[in-house]
């Protein structure tokens, strides 16, 4: 299977568009997938152009006419052709460049052609033994092809229709009455591997959306859809792991006024606003930005390549946006927000020692009053806040408020 994180293109022709097309409702990143696997493997493709190959070969050596020596030739090209694509778009997709996901389907359904073309001419040639070289490889070949992509049923469909219909052809033009079975027995065998893509198709799309809601309910905050401290602490993980002279920033953030709604107006009230909440703190960042809440009414956001000057900025436009007055139905109530800010590499070049420092900036911002921002001191570096929850505290070091985590 390819890469996780290669993202291919998605297909830009109108054919090919809706020959990869995948059922209705199927979210973007299993479309992405679904792509990937289009493109499979080196050792199988190696494997399946070895194989594709043999019969061209041998019966080329034995009968040289003109169409045997013009097969070869097509698979030969459309074989090197096909490799070209794959190790390109191999290389691409890792780094974020273009693949050429439409010049692949379009060999795809040459490569299912010249196998007609191989077989027709077989078929037809007057000479059972290059007919059985050539017929009983090709037949072989159109399992592959179902169980090889059904990723896109209809891309599967279109190979084995090009490969086995000249056969239906190729037989009824041999002047073998007996043949003519083949003409019939072919198109059902062609329903059949239709039929077992299509349905393979969606057991993969179904076992796809599974894996994936997994991953995102493991990974994100049930109620706010956030990213949860899963997420947070894997995101400092990969951000630490970079080494850039840019360093990147925490930010802490704690509710202001969220107790007394809590408390007041009961903890659905709540829970609405830890989601109206969420919804502008993930309108307030940037792509790539992560977004986590951590418990009761307390946020995290990771920040990439922000100068301690530019985090602070950062900081004072998410107050802004954050603090304000919120619907509840009908009936509004204002909260705030503080904000305290680590910088790394400044206040630490671990995570234990960057959640300390924005810890404590966020405890001297609610010290302030409402609705502050504080930057964390040098004096805050390196004092470790432990990451496991113990006797009601949060990961964090600081009081689990409001509505359930």
Sequence with gaps: ??????????????????????????????????????????????????????SPVVVAFYDPRP????????????????????????????????????????????????????VFFAMTSGDWIVATLVAVPTVAMVGGMCFRNFAA???????????????????????????????????????????????????????MLAEHENRHRASHDELTGLGNRGRLVTGMQALLGRRRQTGFAVFYLDLDGFKQVNDTRGHAAGDRILQQVAEVIDRSVRSGDVTARIGGDEFVVLADSLTTEEALAFGRRLSTRISGLYDLD????????????????????????????????????????????????????????????????????????GATA
């Design 67 to 118: 169409a045997f020596l013009i097969w070869l030739g097509i698979e030969l090209l459309v074989g090197v052709s096909r490799l070209a694509v794959l190790v390109h778009s191999m290389r691409a997709a890792p780094r974020g460049e273009p693949t050429f996901t439409n010049l692949n389907i379009m060999l795809a359904l040459a490569w299912g052609g010249s196998l007609g073309f191989g």
């Design 330 to 401: 009908g009936g509004a109530c204002r909260i705030g927000v503080s904000i305290g800010i680590a910088c790394a590499p400044q206040h630490g070049a671990d995570i234990p020692s960057l959640l300390a420092a924005a810890d404590e900036a966020l405890y001297a911002a609610k010290a302030e009053g409402r609705s502050a921002v504080r930057m964390a001191s040098m004096q805050d570096a390196g004092e470790a806040a432990p990451l496991v929850p113990s006797d009601g505290v949060s990961p964090l070091g600081s009081p689990v408020t």
């Design 1 to 54: 299977m390819p890469p996780a994180e290669a993202v291919y293109s998605p297909p830009t022709w109108r054919l090919t568009r809706w020959l990869a097309g995948a059922p209705a409702g199927t979210p973007d990143v299993i479309r992405h997938r679904l792509i990937a696997e289009m493109f499979g493997s080196l050792p199988v493709f190696f494997g399946g152009l070895l194989a594709t190959l043999i």
């Design 153 to 207: 049923p209809r891309i599967a469909t279109a190979m084995m229709m090009l490969s086995l219909l000249p056969t239906s052809a190729g037989a009824i033009l041999s002047g073998e009455p007996v043949m003519t079975l083949i003409a019939v027995l072919v198109p059902m065998y062609l329903l059949s591997m239709t039929m077992a893509a299509f349905k393979l198709n969606r057991m993969l799309v179904s076992t």
